[in-house]
């Protein structure tokens, strides 16, 4: 309220005829008791259209949530299905690298047996002089006999020069 005009004495005031008084302006809403700041007309805008802008964004996220609900889904039914193969292969796996550790102590005791008889059995034929190893071309198709070296030396046989050099 305007401090000049409270400061005027009441009966001295007095409003001439074509005068509204403050009463009067206040009573017809020309003046507010609450004076209301104007508000720039972007932001009535904004207030406006804010309410629509709300339901679209919460229609986004209702999409967006329900299409990672069906994605999540769908994830987790491929990583079952790659666990259930990743644990058969697990199964195999194991069943093959037990048969190859099998297999492989099976080779070294073969590989025993075989340096054992490359390093002491020969082959001695009918009617021959000499002692071979396996595999010798004089013992193709002639008879022949497995002696260890010393007993075959001590007969009298001697090594092959073409198996033995
Ligand atoms: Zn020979």
Known sequence: MNP???SIPSEEYKPLDNQLSLDDLQSQN???SNPVTPQPENKKGIKKYLPYVCLVCLICSLFGNINLYYSNTI???QYEQARSTANINQYW???GQKHYMELLERKIELEKEYNFYHDNA???TENGSRYHRYGCSHTFGRTYWIYNIENAQYQ???P???CWN
């Open 160 to 162: 092959c020069k073409d």
């Open 122 to 124: 020969v082959i001695v």
């Open 156 to 158: 009298g046989y001697t």
């Open 93 to 95: 796996y194991d069943v």
């Open 4 to 6: 000049n005009l409270n």
């Open 75 to 77: 994830l987790k039914k």
């Open 30 to 32: 020309y003046i507010s």
